[in-house]
């Protein structure tokens, strides 16, 4: 079992804060870039956040100053903290582990931002 597992999800308030996990079981967990997507109802999967094994970090515009990810090599986590959380954020997130013909995803946890 190779596939990343994500947990963290659920309802929140907007304004509220989630952090999303993503716990991979690969060994050399250090060599992956993580990415996190999102796909709302309807629309595409789109590209949230990414980190390189070098420590490099990408956001998509809409989360700027928001989202923070960050990973944990000697516990094969990665994690996506989400603050100031809007309704347009609901989605279902997706961690994913990619390096040279390696390309996991997991299941997908659902964040629903709603009053």
């Known amino acids: 079992q190779v596939q990343p597992v994500e947990s963290g999800g659920g309802l929140v308030q907007p304004g509220g804060s989630l952090r999303l996990s993503c716990a991979a079981s690969?060994?050399?967990?250090?060599?992956?870039?993580i990415y996190w997507y999102r796909q709302a109802p309807g629309k595409q999967r789109e590209l949230v956040s990414s980190?390189?094994?070098?420590?490099?970090?990408f956001y998509t515009d809409s989360v700027k100053g928001r989202f923070r990810i960050s990973r944990d090599n000697a516990r094969n986590m990665a994690y996506l903290q989400m603050n100031s959380l809007k309704p347009e954020d609901t989605a279902v997130y997706y961690c994913?582990?990619?390096?040279?013909?390696?390309?996991?995803w997991g299941q997908g946890t659902q964040v629903t931002v709603s009053s």
């Open positions: 994913n582990l990619k390096h040279f013909g390696v390309d996991d």
């Open positions: 690969r060994t050399a967990f250090s060599i992956y870039g």
């Open positions: 980190i390189s094994n070098k420590g490099d970090q």
